[in-house]
C-alpha cells in the first residue's frame, strides 16, 4: 500500500511566470520560444520539436529565469476560455536558449521530492483542470491563473520511486500517441499530393504507367469546369445551393478499368 502526501506546489517546486513576448529588440540575444500553441498541443517538448519553435530576443535575466531544461513542466496560464488555461506539458530535454513564451507558468521541480514527469500526468488530471476551471478569474474576454492559485494547487505525492513508474507509463503512451500521429500527418501529406498529381494535374498512370496527361493523353474540354479534362472524365454536380453549384469529376468504371490497367476477372462490378 503506497502512502501518499499532500503538498501544495509551491513547497514542492519554484513556479516561474514567464514575461517573455514574441517580439525581437536590438541589443538582446537570439532566442527561440515555447510558446502557448506548443505547451497546449504536447504532451512533452522534444529536441526534435526545436526547429519548428518561433524565433525571437530576449535579455540576460529573461535567459536566466525561463530557459526551459530537462525535467521542468510548463502549462497554460492565461486564455479566452477557461477550458484552455492550466494545460501541462513535460520539458523532456535540455536546450540551449530555448525559453517559455509569454501566457505560461514555468515548474522546476524540487527533484528530491517530485518527478517532473508524474507532475506532467497529474496536473492532467481531471481533479487538477477541475482545481484550475474553478479558480480562474476573469471573465468574457480573458481568463488567468494567478500566481496565488499556482502557488496553491494541491499535490498528492506517493513515494518518489512510485512517481517515476507513473511517469514513465504515461509517458510510453504519449510516445505511441506521437508517433501515431507523426505517420497519419504523413499518411494525409501522402493522400494530398495523390490527389494532386491524380485529379488537379491529371498524371494519374497511364496504360504504360506513365503520367497521363505529362505523357499526352488525350484531354477534352469540360464547359461546365471550363478547363480541359482527361478524356472519358466527366462533371457531375456534387452539390448545389442557391449559391454556388459545386461540381466533381467522374469517369465510368469501363474507363476506370481502362486506364488503372484492373484485370477483367478482378471487376466484381462489371
Given at each position: 500500500m503506497h502512502e501518499w502526501k499532500k503538498f501544495r506546489l509551491e513547497d514542492i517546486a519554484n513556479i516561474l511566470i514567464s514575461n517573455v513576448d514574441k517580439k525581437s529588440k536590438e541589443n538582446e540575444q537570439d532566442v527561440r520560444l515555447c510558446n502557448f500553441v506548443d505547451v497546449y498541443h504536447n504532451w512533452a517538448i522534444t529536441k526534435d520539436l526545436e526547429p519548428s519553435l518561433m524565433e525571437a530576443t530576449a535579455n540576460d535575466n529573461q535567459?536566466?529565469?525561463?530557459?526551459?531544461?530537462?525535467?521542468?513542466?510548463?502549462?497554460?496560464?492565461?486564455?479566452?476560455?477557461?477550458?484552455?488555461?492550466?494545460?501541462p506539458t513535460y520539458i523532456a530535454d535540455d536546450f540551449q536558449n530555448v525559453?517559455?513564451?509569454?501566457?505560461?507558468?514555468l515548474v522546476a521541480p524540487d527533484s528530491d521530492k517530485l518527478n517532473g514527469k508524474y507532475l506532467n500526468a497529474f496536473l492532467h488530471s481531471n481533479y487538477i483542470q477541475k482545481y484550475f476551471e474553478l479558480n480562474a478569474t476573469g471573465s468574457g474576454m480573458r481568463y488567468t491563473l494567478s500566481q496565488q492559485t499556482l502557488n496553491d494547487i494541491p499535490v498528492l505525492l506517493?513515494?518518489?520511486?512510485?512517481?517515476e513508474k507513473v511517469g514513465e507509463i504515461f509517458s510510453s503512451i504519449d510516445k505511441k500517441i506521437s508517433l501515431n500521429?507523426?505517420?497519419?500527418?504523413?499518411?494525409?501529406a501522402m493522400a494530398k499530393q495523390l490527389y494532386d498529381y491524380w485529379f488537379v494535374q491529371f498524371d494519374f498512370p497511364d496504360a504504360n504507367?506513365?503520367?497521363?496527361k505529362s505523357s499526352g493523353g488525350k484531354m477534352v474540354w469540360n464547359e461546365k469546369l471550363k478547363r480541359e479534362i482527361p478524356e472519358g472524365w466527366n462533371a457531375s454536380k456534387a452539390?448545389?445551393?442557391?449559391?454556388?453549384?459545386?461540381?466533381?469529376l467522374s469517369l465510368?468504371?469501363?474507363?476506370?478499368?481502362n486506364l488503372f490497367l484492373l484485370p477483367s476477372s478482378q471487376c466484381h462490378v462489371c
Amino acid at each position: 500500500m503506497h502512502e501518499w502526501k499532500k503538498f501544495r506546489l509551491e513547497d514542492i517546486a519554484n513556479i516561474l511566470i514567464s514575461n517573455v513576448d514574441k517580439k525581437s529588440k536590438e541589443n538582446e540575444q537570439d532566442v527561440r520560444l515555447c510558446n502557448f500553441v506548443d505547451v497546449y498541443h504536447n504532451w512533452a517538448i522534444t529536441k526534435d520539436l526545436e526547429p519548428s519553435l518561433m524565433e525571437a530576443t530576449a535579455n540576460d535575466n529573461q535567459i536566466n529565469k525561463f530557459s526551459i531544461k530537462k525535467g521542468q513542466v510548463a502549462f497554460t496560464k492565461d486564455s479566452e476560455t477557461r477550458d484552455d488555461i492550466g494545460i501541462p506539458t513535460y520539458i523532456a530535454d535540455d536546450f540551449q536558449n530555448v525559453l517559455l513564451g509569454y501566457h505560461c507558468a514555468l515548474v522546476a521541480p524540487d527533484s528530491d521530492k517530485l518527478n517532473g514527469k508524474y507532475l506532467n500526468a497529474f496536473l492532467h488530471s481531471n481533479y487538477i483542470q477541475k482545481y484550475f476551471e474553478l479558480n480562474a478569474t476573469g471573465s468574457g474576454m480573458r481568463y488567468t491563473l494567478s500566481q496565488q492559485t499556482l502557488n496553491d494547487i494541491p499535490v498528492l505525492l506517493p513515494s518518489l520511486e512510485y512517481q517515476e513508474k507513473v511517469g514513465e507509463i504515461f509517458s510510453s503512451i504519449d510516445k505511441k500517441i506521437s508517433l501515431n500521429r507523426a505517420i497519419n500527418r504523413n499518411l494525409e501529406a501522402m493522400a494530398k499530393q495523390l490527389y494532386d498529381y491524380w485529379f488537379v494535374q491529371f498524371d494519374f498512370p497511364d496504360a504504360n504507367g506513365k503520367p497521363y496527361k505529362s505523357s499526352g493523353g488525350k484531354m477534352v474540354w469540360n464547359e461546365k469546369l471550363k478547363r480541359e479534362i482527361p478524356e472519358g472524365w466527366n462533371a457531375s454536380k456534387a452539390y448545389h445551393n442557391s449559391y454556388n453549384n459545386y461540381y466533381s469529376l467522374s469517369l465510368s468504371f469501363q474507363t476506370f478499368n481502362n486506364l488503372f490497367l484492373l484485370p477483367s476477372s478482378q471487376c466484381h462490378v462489371c
